[in-house]
Each structure stands twice: as C-alpha cells, then as structure tokens.
C-alpha cells in the first residue's frame, strides 16, 4: 500500500518580478528567490558589496550547474541566478547592496528574527560592511526578545566582530537556556559556561563601579546637587568613609538610595543600556522626588538624575569593556 503522504512534488512557483527598485530595466542579472520572485539587479553593485557575487560573476563557470549558483537559465536575455533564499531575505541583501540613494530604507532590524537573518547573509555573501551595521544595531538599539540565540547564531557563524556585542546585548534581560534557542543544539557547552561566567563577571564589576572609584571621584566634583544641605532627609556625605577634601559634599539620601538601587539592577541585568532610556528618566525623577520634598521644590533633581545618569553609563561602559577585552568566547 502507498503511503498517501507521498504525494507528487509541488512544481516550482511561477517566477513573478520583485516591486521597485528591483525591476530595474538596464539590470544585467536576475537574482529569483527560493519563492520564485525575480530580482533585477546590476553585476558592479554586487561585485562591489560582496567578494562571492565578485568571483561568481568574474570566474569561469563550470560546464555542470549547480541549483544555488546556476548561470545558465535566462530571462529576457538576461542571466538567471536562483538562489536558496526567500524573497524577504533576498531583499534585505540587496537593500545592503545597493546605495542609499537607490534603496532609502534600509533594513530595520527591529526583530531578533531578521537581526539572525542578516548574520546568516553576512556570512555566506561575505557582506562585511553589513556586520558593523549589526554591531551598531545591537549597541544602540532597542532590546531584542530572545537576545540569547543572537549571540548564539553569531558564534556558530565565527563572526568575531559580533559575538561581544550580541553578548553585551543579552545582559539587558534574562539568561534563560529553552528548547526555544534551536542554536543550543549545536553548542558546545563550554561557550555556554563562558557566557555564563561573563555575566557574573559584568555583574560584580558593574554592580560595585557606582559606589567606588572612578564613579565617586567624578560624582563628588561634578553634581551640584551634592552642595544641597540640608534637605528634608538627613543630608550626609555620600560614602562612609570621608575625605579630607570632599568632607563638605553632602547628597540627599534619596539620590543615594537612587543609586543603591541602580546597583541592586545591575547586578541583575548588568548594562548601561537603560541609562539612556527616556523611562528610565522619568521614572527615577519622579521616585527621588517624592521621597523629598526640598530637592523636588529645588528644581535640582532632575539635572542630578540626568547627570547620575550619564556617569553610570560610562563608568558601566568602562567595566564592560574591559571585561570583554579579557574575555574569549572561543
């Protein structure tokens, strides 16, 4: 008896052309998706962004073809080269490709889905100039679901230039190893433990940058809110041990517990990310005023909040970077 499951196999999908700008008239090469859309697109441009279009296109062929690197199928006298691709990524390749004032939007990003997506494509289209597009991605952007399997898909790729920074990413949130990282699979475990050990490290040197050196020197000088005294709290000097020459800078316990509570997080979720967030601002304005109603009908608190803030950021930064510096995950 036949097994009905096994059925004929679909035929392929009618190629159909891709919308603008790859429809191009004067294109000399057609790029068609796995999905069967036909990309129009120009050799030099190819070239010029990728070392495997720029061997494909200038190397002999090969008298056998090959499904994913045929030449030998045109399309308006136009070669055809199918490739193993849907349309959605064939089309964030190209809008890499080609120039801004051919292609405006540039992919965005903004999914975990399509951040693995772009990896993927920089390293079988050797797109290098896309990695630090990803890099900047990760550092500035918002976060991620799923950070995790960011990084993982970036090891498994060998590309060096991102796994810091997809590791960086991932102490925004939790470290949460599930069957919903399919990468884990094919981890070796010992790069699981080095992330793991990374974080405990990010944590510890972060968590205790707020209340010692450098931080202190910096807050203790620059802060005009440390010359309040007193306030309606108990005004007293930021650390316990005094300095002869800061024994006059005085701090609100309620921008010291804002602190104390900065440091708590961080040894959570160790990142400067939330610095310089806008809610992050309003929310720690609005918690330090009303735990004292001097500083509040001062105006100093929210240019003691901004500038606490930018100080975390970079000190946090530092232990970050010098932490990945010393840091190997291969």
């Not at 205790?208 to 809110?225: E, H, K, W």
């Not at 001062?298 to 970050?320: F, M, N, Q, W």
Request: hydrophobic fraction near 40%.
């Amino acid at each position: 008896m036949s097994d009905s499951t096994n059925g004929p196999a679909s035929p392929s999908p009618t190629p159909r052309d891709a919308a603008a700008p790859f429809n191009a008239g004067d294109a000399d090469i057609i790029l068609r998706s796995a999905d069967g859309v036909d990309f129009r697109a120009h050799k030099f441009l190819l070239s010029m962004s990728s070392p495997f279009f720029q061997n494909l296109f200038t190397l002999p062929q090969p008298p056998t073809s090959s499904p994913h690197t045929s030449l030998d199928e045109s399309k308006d006298g136009i070669s055809v080269l199918c490739l193993s691709e849907d349309e959605h990524a064939v089309e964030m390749m190209l809008r890499y490709c080609y120039p801004r004032t051919v292609c405006p939007a540039e992919p965005t990003l903004d999914k975990t889905e399509d951040v693995k997506l772009a990896l993927v494509l920089i390293s079988k289209y050797q797109l290098a100039g896309v990695q630090g597009i990803v890099v900047q991605r990760l550092k500035a952007g918002p976060t991620l679901p799923k950070a995790l399997s960011i990084f993982l898909k970036a090891w498994l790729l060998d590309l060096r230039e991102v796994v810091p920074i997809a590791a960086r990413h991932t102490l925004r949130t939790a470290l949460i190893f599930d069957e919903e990282h399919e990468e884990l699979l094919s981890m070796p475990a010992i790069v699981l433990i080095r992330l793991t050990k990374y974080r405990k490290a990010c944590a510890d040197a972060t968590s205790a940058c707020v209340f010692y050196q450098p931080l202190g020197s910096n807050m203790r000088t620059d802060i005009p809110i440390w010359e309040i005294k007193p306030c309606t709290g108990t005004a007293k000097s930021l650390f316990d041990v005094p300095s002869p020459l800061f024994s006059q800078r005085f701090v609100c316990p309620s921008l010291e517990q804002y602190l104390r509570d900065a440091a708590d997080d961080l040894k959570i979720f160790p990142s400067n990310w939330k610095y310089t967030s806008q809610d992050h601002f309003v929310s720690a304005i609005e918690k330090v005023s009303s735990r004292c109603n001097y500083c509040k009908s001062s105006g100093s608190v929210a240019p003691a909040i901004t500038h606490l803030s930018r100080l975390l950021y970079k000190e946090v930064d530092k232990c970050l970077s010098e932490i990945e510096r010393k840091m190997s995950f291969y």
